[in-house]
T-cell receptor, first 116, second 111 residues
């Protein structure tokens, strides 16, 4: 069953701790993205990666880090430096950035992170 | 500066009424625009894109470069259209695919 999988769905973190959210896709997609979704804020881009071993900062990268060691995986680490980490995090992927009109970005089901 | 603006946070219409969800963008290059929809407890998914000029679930959207708008329209709203709608802009163009989303509009279609 092809798709994009995020885990865990729900995560609680104590202040001062780092936490890593997993995003895996078996769609053979080249590009992967992390967004943060807050009420009234829409989706804001954190980091994105067009190709393995390369990634770029999005609009709100401070306090986050990523890696892209494998094509199918793009984990997001929320560090203790992120001042307001409680949010819903969405991972997405697309096969060929800038490709044909049939190209579509696919989203995972999301991960809820709560800092306690 | 906001690159994608959806001026209405909430929009409520009655079943069978026309609906228009507004989207304005700010981009100096040639824009590539999309509408995404998120139904309750479902994943965010693509509704339509301007380059394919298609009608999905009765929705259409026309890119107006003069007004820098990409409003989503449907002549007769249905209850199942109730969802969160996001307008999105690929502002990098070419192979550097970077989607910027608006803040979204929650559409409620009342019976």
């Amino acid at each position: 069953d092809g798709g994009i999988t995020q885990s865990p769905k729900y995560l609680f973190r104590k202040e001062g701790q780092n936490v890593t959210l997993s995003c895996e896709q078996n769609l053979n997609h080249d590009a992967m993205y992390w967004y943060r979704q807050d009420p009234g804020q829409g989706l804001r881009l954190i980091y994105y990666s067009q190709i393995v071993n390369d990634f770029q900062k999005g609009d709100i990268a401070e306090g986050y880090s990523v890696s892209r060691e494998k094509k199918e995986s793009f984990p997001l680490t929320v560090t203790s430096a992120q001042k307001n980490p409680t949010a819903f995090y969405l991972c997405a992927s697309i096969m060929e950035p800038g490709g044909s009109s049939g190209n579509t970005i696919y989203f995972g089901e999301g991960s809820w992170l709560t800092v306690v | 500066a906001q690159r994608v603006t959806q001026p209405e946070k909430l929009l409520s219409v009655f079943k069978g009424a026309p609906v228009e969800l507004k989207c304005n963008y700010s981009y100096s290059g040639s824009p590539e625009l999309f509408w995404y929809v998120q139904y309750s407890r479902q994943r965010l998914q693509l509704l339509l894109r301007h380059i394919s000029r298609e009608s999905i679930k009765g929705f259409t959207a026309d890119l107006n470069k003069g007004e820098t708008s990409f409003h989503l329209k449907k002549p007769f709203a249905q209850e199942e259209d109730s969802a969160m709608y996001y307008c999105a802009l690929n502002e990098s163009g070419g192979s550097n695919y970077k989607l910027t989303f608006g803040k979204g509009t929650l559409l409620t279609v009342n019976p």
